[in-house]
């Protein structure tokens, strides 16, 4: 008697259970529904991708060419400032590589009070908006060239230089991405750890460069560079990188190799340091641009060009 009651009460619970499953169903369903809306909706406005999507640029792996050793802790002797010549407060170019890409980021760095210099990937989603925005400012902007690296799975990406192209073939292709960049006033290579060390390949590129009267910075991804040796041979206007800024994409490192290409800049009275769009380097320059300011001038990478001839 017992059990015979017991299975009409869970017969009589079972239409209650069902209904149970089907609200809790419906209503995982609507979550995941609005979810995926949601980065449906995210995609859409980006043109069918993040705009901040991460892109590998550079070449991680490849050895970094030797730089001074600089002591970020050495400070000039006091002395009575009455006594003692005006010296030219140090200069510092800033140069910030691979703009193109990131939409959100790339525009916070345009944004800052700060006289970066900013070099565009040719054809990048976000290239001539960005540029466009550089040049009312009156940033410097250049052409980020991408070159051939060493290791063929890194990909200089649209536009890029190849040794196996023939004289004529870079040329074309430099004047194509310099199209793609219609306020660059000069040009630094994007990875070519490979590249660079070819003269005759850098030949190519210089002498466009030179017939419209534009600069060239070495990016120096190799030792064996000859690029900035060719650019001076031709008497083109031409400099290298001193500093990556941001190969350890965190802050207090950052700032640290901030500290470094400051202290350079006030040995040898200027240097130029290259930096990349990502957060952790825009953390940098807002949170140390005061400090910076204050001990040097940050300048566009022309000034340094003209000033110093290799």
Not at 191 to 219: P, Q
Request: charged share 25%; proline share 5%; aromatic share 6%.
């Amino acid at each position: 008697m017992i059990d015979s009651k017991r299975k009409i009460s869970v017969m009589q619970m079972l239409p209650i259970l069902f209904l149970l499953f089907v609200v809790v169903f419906s209503s995982c369903r609507t979550d995941q529904q609005e979810e995926g809306g949601e980065k449906e909706n995210l995609s859409n406005s980006t043109g069918g991708r993040s705009a901040e999507q991460t892109i590998v640029f550079e070449e991680p792996d490849l050895p970094q060419p030797q730089e001074a050793k600089i002591d970020v802790q050495e400070k000039a002797p006091e002395c009575d400032t009455e006594s003692v010549p005006t010296i030219p407060r140090p200069k510092v170019a800033i140069i910030i590589d691979d703009m193109g890409y990131h939409q959100q980021v790339g525009s916070r760095l345009l944004a800052l009070d700060l006289n970066l210099t900013f070099s565009f990937l040719p054809n990048a989603p976000f290239t001539l908006e960005q540029e466009e925005q550089a040049w009312e400012k009156g940033r410097d902007i250049l052409l980020h060239m991408p070159m051939e690296a060493q290791d063929p799975t890194w990909d200089p990406g649209p536009g890029g230089l190849y040794l196996r192209f023939s004289a004529e073939e870079i040329r074309t292709k430099v004047a194509e991405n310099l199209i793609a960049v219609p306020h660059a006033i000069g040009s630094n290579n994007h990875m070519g750890s490979k590249f660079t060390e070819n003269r005759e390949a850098m030949h190519e590129v210089l002498s466009v460069l030179k017939k419209r009267e534009l600069f060239f910075i070495d990016s120096y991804t190799t030792s064996r560079s000859t690029g900035l040796d060719e650019a001076g041979k031709m008497s083109i206007p031409t400099a290298r990188r001193h500093v990556f800024l941001d190969n350890a994409q965190d802050q207090d490192k950052i700032c640290h190799q901030l500290e470094r290409l400051i202290a350079l800049a006030k040995k040898q009275g200027w240097a130029i340091g290259i930096g990349h769009p990502n957060q952790a380097t825009l953390k940098a320059l807002t949170s140390c641009k005061k400090h910076l300011l204050e001990s040097v001038d940050v300048v566009g990478v022309h000034a340094l060009v003209n000033e110093h001839l290799n």
